[in-house]
């Protein structure tokens, strides 16, 4: 009877628990039904989420490119290869979707992608050994072209998959690399690093898009997936200011300087004084932001390498003086050595002995570090000439579109210190701030800002985003005062003592200014010998009205003992200016022997056939080259009315073009004709043309590939 009681009792508990249970479970699942929630997380919302995939469409990283539209960067597909190796994945035994043999897919993959063989097939072994789904085959198997993977697939190998991915591209390699930069993959994105992938990376990288949909558990796409697209917004492309063609000219006079001399650095700049647009700029040691390994020097030496500029400083002295009224160029002056005080005695470049008694004008044309030290000292005043250093902007950054620029700094805290700046040491400057100031005096007092980017276009719709406009930033001088020191820096290349003669160019006058700057030793003062020396020169052409100005400089080159120390620059000069102003299309303003030019007009040629054509520019002093067999006239490297000078060269392209022997014309000269004949052409070295891809004689059309070999 008590147990009874007592198996009642449990009986009742048990049935109350559950009950309790019941009700609660009951409850939690209605409370579920009505929210749907669960812990605060909405269950449809988490359902949907778990069916869904999505992917992310990535944006194609903007093109950069020259002002003419040439490609300089862009994205370029790569693939990465791996292999399928569990048998599992083929559903169709006749038709396997994996690897079946090992040995065979090794050995025939190896060699398209530059793998050890016997690598590959430990690879594929060890992946079906540890019962892996796939296997990808390292270094070797990322980063592979179009045309590797085309071969791979025409092998028809089971179990070969490929991804792809967007890879940066340079096409020119070493070519402005400096300026471009170099963008990488980073994180999974193709990421800004230096230059103007860096500068701009928000503008070129665009905004990755994203697509989602739902799927069963098989990972099938469901009759009604909730497709989502968002699209991808690619980046801007970015146009430079820099020319393709002038650009390239300086490269190939950079790089062969390189290898003659050996020098520790070199830094050009071509610039257009009217606009700051920068037409050209490189550096050695440069690099390949292709296969960036090994680099000696990340930097733009053009803009963040302040050095002593040495003499190109007297101009912007001379500048000074003028503008305040004290320059006299007859005035004379006793050369040689200037005692500044009892500490620092400043002596000209000839070891002190001087000139004897000669006027400021020669002493310029000298490169005297006296008549300067006499300049500032005796006529300008020191407080005063540190005003027009600040003015020519020596102080600070030139605010070029490039990242990393880092000023010089004006050593000016004692005498000898304000004396020696006057001839460029002690003070530092970088090319960038030379380049600058220099405007000022080719561009009628006014100093304008230079920039590398001309302007930001969508790619969508080709609307420009961003041009970019001449911006002056001071007026250090005035156009009477920039006038005649453009006059004084002619001198200093024409004159029977100037220093510049070695930059004469045959067909452009020249203003300009050498420098031969001291290089500060280890262990303290400075270094000695021949060579141990920043090389440099700052030019104009043409003189009168300079469409370009360049700024080179070439640190500790390895010279003979009998060679000129103005050897390397004045060739880096000479070949780019000319050939650039050549390229122009500026009239030339001299002749080699210097003599009057003697100028005529091309005659009217409309409707002429081609051999009344040759005869009519032949009549007009011309030496023709006739480009073809056709009798009629399609163009003409020179227009009616033209001012030509006599044994100018004139190129008539017929409507039957075929390639003519070039064997001996300038680089100019072979750029004209690609222009006329619209050719893809490639120039190898500097010079005259040596050799070339088209034969003589070969039917030519447009956008024909045409190779030339240029030497000196």
Do not use: C
Not at 446 to 455: A, E, L, R, S, Y
């Amino acid at each position: 009877m008590k147990k009874n009681k007592t198996t009642q009792k449990m009986t009742i508990a048990l049935l109350s628990i559950f009950s309790v249970l019941f009700l609660v479970l009951a409850g939690r699942f209605l409370f579920i039904q009505a929210s749907g929630e669960v812990a605060g997380e909405n269950l449809i919302e988490y359902a949907a989420d778990k069916r869904t995939d999505a992917y992310k469409l990535e944006a194609t990283r903007g093109k950069i490119l020259d002002r003419n539209g040439m490609e300089l960067a862009y994205d370029q597909p790569t693939y990465s290869i791996y292999a399928i190796v569990t048998e599992e994945y083929s559903t169709d035994k006749d038709n396997p979707i994996h690897v079946t043999d090992v040995d065979k897919t090794a050995e025939e993959i190896a060699p398209i992608i530059g793998a050890d063989a016997a690598d590959l097939e430990k690879r594929l072994q060890k992946g079906i050994d540890d019962d892996l789904w796939q296997v990808e085959f390292g270094a070797a198997g990322s980063g592979l072209s179009q045309d590797q993977k085309k071969e791979i697939e025409e092998l028809d190998l089971p179990g070969i998959q490929f991804t792809e991915e967007a890879k940066r591209f340079y096409p020119n390699g070493t070519f402005a690399s400096q300026i471009i930069g170099l963008a990488q993959r980073k994180d999974g994105v193709i990421t800004g690093l230096t230059g103007i992938e860096q500068q701009l990376n928000d503008q070129l990288a665009g905004k990755d898009g994203k697509i989602s949909y739902e799927r069963d558990g098989y990972g099938t796409k469901l009759i009604n997936p909730n497709e989502q697209v968002q699209a991808a917004h690619d980046g801007d492309n970015v146009y430079l200011t820099i020319d393709q063609k002038i650009q390239t000219l300086l490269e190939d006079t950079l790089t062969q300087v390189d290898e003659k001399y050996n020098p520790k650095k070199v830094s050009a700049i071509v610039m257009n004084p009217k606009t700051g647009e920068i037409v050209a700029m490189s550096n050695r040691p440069s690099y390949d932001p292709n296969n960036p390994e090994n680099v000696e020097n990340w930097y733009n030496d053009s803009i963040s390498n302040p050095m002593e500029p040495g003499s190109t400083m007297k101009m912007f002295t001379v500048a000074s003086a003028i503008e305040e009224g004290k320059w006299n160029p007859d005035e004379k002056y006793k050369s040689g050595t200037y005692k500044v005080d009892d500490t620092a005695t400043i002596s000209d470049w000839n070891n002190g002995k001087g000139w004897d008694s000669i006027s400021y004008l020669e002493g310029m044309q000298r490169s005297s570090n006296v008549m300067v030290a006499n300049l500032v000292d005796k006529k300008i005043g020191e407080d005063t000439f540190l005003e027009y250093l600040k003015k020519f902007n020596f102080d600070q950054k030139t605010g070029i579109d490039l990242p990393g620029e880092i000023p010089g700094t004006i050593l000016y805290n004692y005498q000898s210190e304000k004396i020696s700046t006057s001839f460029g040491q002690g003070t530092t400057a970088t090319p960038i701030q030379m380049i600058t100031a220099a405007t000022a005096i080719a561009n009628d007092g006014k100093m304008v800002t230079p920039h590398i980017i001309d302007k930001i276009v969508n790619p969508d719709t080709d609307k420009v985003v961003e041009q970019k406009k001449t911006e002056v930033q001071g007026n250090p001088i005035s156009k009477k005062t920039a006038d005649e020191t453009l006059k004084i820096l002619e001198s200093v290349v024409t004159s029977e003592h100037g220093t510049g003669k070695p930059y004469k160019l045959d067909d452009y006058s020249v203003a300009g200014k050498t420098g031969t700057a001291q290089i500060p030793s280890p262990n303290g003062g400075y270094m000695d010998g021949k060579g141990n020396y920043l090389f440099s020169f700052l030019g104009m052409a043409p003189a009168d009205d300079p469409e370009l100005v360049m700024y080179v400089s070439v640190l500790q080159p390895e010279l003979e003992a009998s060679e000129a120390d103005s050897a390397p620059t004045s060739f880096i000069f000479k070949n780019v200016m000319e050939n650039a102003l050549h390229y122009m299309d500026i009239s030339p303003d001299q002749t080699n022997n210097q003599e009057e030019i003697t100028e005529k007009r091309v005659p009217n040629m409309d409707g002429m056939s081609t051999r009344a054509t040759k005869k009519a520019l032949e009549n007009a002093g011309m030496e023709v080259v006739v480009i073809g067999d056709g009798e009629d006239v399609a163009k003409t490297s020179v227009d009616d009315e033209e001012k030509v000078i006599e044994g100018q060269r004139a190129i008539i392209v017929t409507d039957q073009p075929t390639m003519p022997d070039i064997t001996g014309w300038s680089m100019r000269e072979v750029l004209e004709l690609s222009e006329l004949l619209e050719l893809d052409v490639e120039t190898i070295d500097s010079g005259y043309a040596k050799i070339q891809s088209i034969k003589k004689g070969t039917k030519l059309n447009k956008n024909d590939y045409l190779a030339v070999e240029f030497s000196t």
